[in-house]
């Protein structure tokens, strides 16, 4: 069965230093990945997906992730944080069928 | 850009009634779903929806629950006679395709309905 991990619920980062989200899935296919962002009072918004080809996917809002499947994760990052990054991030696996497992999430907060 | 959209944004209801909370997924997607998130934790898998019948569902979408799309475009999720722990966020999403698609199952989400049960 497919699961998905993100280690630290809450992640406090100083504007403009870097945004390292950890993320850690288990599947039995070679699995799709996604990252999705939630702010306040929205709905999930898709931030970037790995399916095949290149393990560095750039997505929104200047995030990128990188698939290690030796390591079973798909870490995201942000070079420097924004404002405006304040949200909760979500991983997801899909494998076989319509599937898609969701991790607990991360809020990230700013610090000014 | 296209958008799901999700009726009511708010609901509160009484425990033991029914609800219903529509959807209107974007047009050309075959792939309908419903998620919830209750608060303060993780967006949970309920139903996949495809040609009519649904094709996945987990333990949590019980007997209480059922979805249907009436007319070709609303997408309904119902809840027969609430309970207290249904207090949640439900998410609407639509899919272009399966998991066999180019699209990879990107799912598109809507803003969510807040169910509140008293």
């Known amino acids: 069965a497919q699961s998905v991990t993100q280690l630290g619920s809450h992640v406090s980062v100083s504007e403009g230093a870097l945004v390292l989200l950890r993320c850690n899935y288990s599947?039995?296919?070679?699995?799709?990945l996604f990252w999705y962002v939630q702010y306040p009072n929205q709905g999930l918004q898709l931030l970037l997906k790995?399916?095949?080809?290149?393990?560095l996917v750039k997505g929104i809002n200047g995030f990128e992730a990188e698939f290690k499947k030796s390591e079973t994760s798909f870490h995201l990052t942000k070079p420097s944080a924004h404002m405006s990054d304040a949200a909760e991030y979500f991983c997801?696996?899909?494998?076989?069928?319509?599937?898609?497992?969701f991790g607990t999430g991360t809020r990230i907060h700013i610090l000014p | 850009e296209p958008e799901v959209t999700q009726t009511p944004s708010h609901q509160v209801t009484q425990m033991g009634q029914e609800v219903i909370l529509r959807c209107v997924p974007i047009?050309?997607?075959?792939?309908f779903y419903w998620y919830r998130q209750i608060l303060g934790q993780k967006v949970e898998f309920l139903v996949s929806?495809?040609?009519?019948?649904?094709?996945?569902k987990s333990e949590i979408f019980d007997d209480q629950f059922s979805v249907e799309r009436p007319d070709g475009s609303n997408f309904t999720l119902k809840i027969r006679s609430t309970k207290l722990e249904d207090s949640a966020m439900y998410f609407c999403?639509?899919?272009?395709?399966?998991?066999?698609?180019?699209?990879?199952?990107?799912?598109?989400f809507g803003a969510g309905s807040r169910l509140t049960v008293l």
């Open positions: 929806f495809y040609n009519n019948e649904i094709s996945e």
């Open positions: 047009s050309n997607h075959l792939y």
């Open positions: 599947s039995s296919v070679p699995p799709y």
């Open positions: 790995y399916t095949t080809g290149a393990t």
């Open positions: 999403a639509s899919s272009e395709g399966g998991r066999t698609a180019a699209g990879a199952n990107v799912l598109t």
């Open positions: 997801s696996v899909s494998d076989l069928g319509d599937l898609i497992i």
